[in-house]
């Protein structure tokens, strides 16, 4: 399983950025898939995460800016990032394994495999 991010790059404050995850190299319907971040300095934080049984997590301090969805067949996984705030600059993940809830997938189970190499998100104020 391969999981390729792309998407990342600098923005102001209040603007947005989406970020695209492509996971390929196996069937995804009993995959969930996340989102984490780590700035620098700082430990790594879920971000967002959608469930193999669809549901859907957010960390606190991007509910209402950020969107979490899957596209073509469930296999790319997309970020939308809008009002963006100069504290969501960091190196952003994808991450993928099976049969977790969003909630699970935040926590950072050992059953959550598959990881991509990170996309860095710079926001200026």
């Known amino acids: 399983v391969q999981v390729v991010e792309s998407g990342g790059g600098s923005a102001q404050a209040g603007g947005s950025l989406r970020l695209s995850c492509t996971v390929s190299?196996?069937?995804?319907?009993?995959?969930?898939m996340a989102w984490f971040r780590r700035a620098p300095g700082k430990e790594r934080e879920g971000v967002a995460a959608l469930g193999y049984d669809g549901t859907i997590a957010y960390t606190d301090s991007v509910k209402g800016r950020f969107t979490i969805s899957q596209d073509n067949g469930k296999n790319t996984l997309s970020l939308q990032m809008n009002s963006l705030k100069p504290d969501d600059t960091a190196m952003y993940y994808c991450?993928?394994?099976?049969?977790?809830?969003?909630?699970?997938?935040?926590?950072?189970?050992?059953?959550?495999?598959?990881w991509g190499q990170g996309t860095q998100v710079t926001v200026s104020s």
């Open positions: 190299g196996d069937t995804h319907s009993t995959f969930s």
């Open positions: 991450a993928a394994g099976r049969y977790l809830t969003a909630i699970q997938t935040l926590s950072v189970p050992p059953q959550l495999r598959y």
